[in-house]
């Protein structure tokens, strides 16, 4: 019996997302925000909605913009995300995603509405 796979493409490399697990970490991130671009994914683990929607972040994710991943785990880490709504002014979702740039808030979205190639199109004109 040989091997073999459902998947008519390979498997994508993992991200680099860098996580985020206090809110000491937060700021010091938010405060050095320079011209490249971050991205804030915050993910309820327990969550299918937000599996579907990091999984589906992942599948689409070029890596092509100049842009840190940072990954926000909402169980383990509710006083990080509270503190994203207090710095940033958007309300608390889950998912989310949230795109900052030069100090500036460039995207956001939750739920079925992130969009990996949306994100990535805001920074190449921007």
Not at 19 to 31: A, C, F, M, Q
Not at 94 to 101: D, F, H, L, T
Request: charged share 25%.
């Amino acid at each position: 019996m040989g091997l073999f796979s459902f998947s008519k493409s390979p498997k994508k490399e993992a991200l680099p997302w860098i996580n985020i697990t206090s809110v000491d970490e937060l700021r010091e991130i938010l405060t050095n925000v320079g011209e490249e671009a971050i991205l804030l994914f915050k993910h309820s683990t327990r969550c299918s909605i937000s599996s579907m929607a990091l999984n589906g972040f992942e599948r689409n994710w070029s890596g092509e913009a100049d842009c840190k991943l940072y990954f926000i785990d909402l169980l383990k880490h509710r006083d990080v995300s509270a503190e994203v709504a207090e710095l940033t002014g958007i309300i608390h979702q889950s998912p989310q995603a949230i795109v900052v740039k030069g100090k500036e808030i460039v995207y956001d979205a939750t739920h079925t509405a992130i969009d990996a190639r949306r994100i990535e199109n805001v920074l190449k004109k921007g």
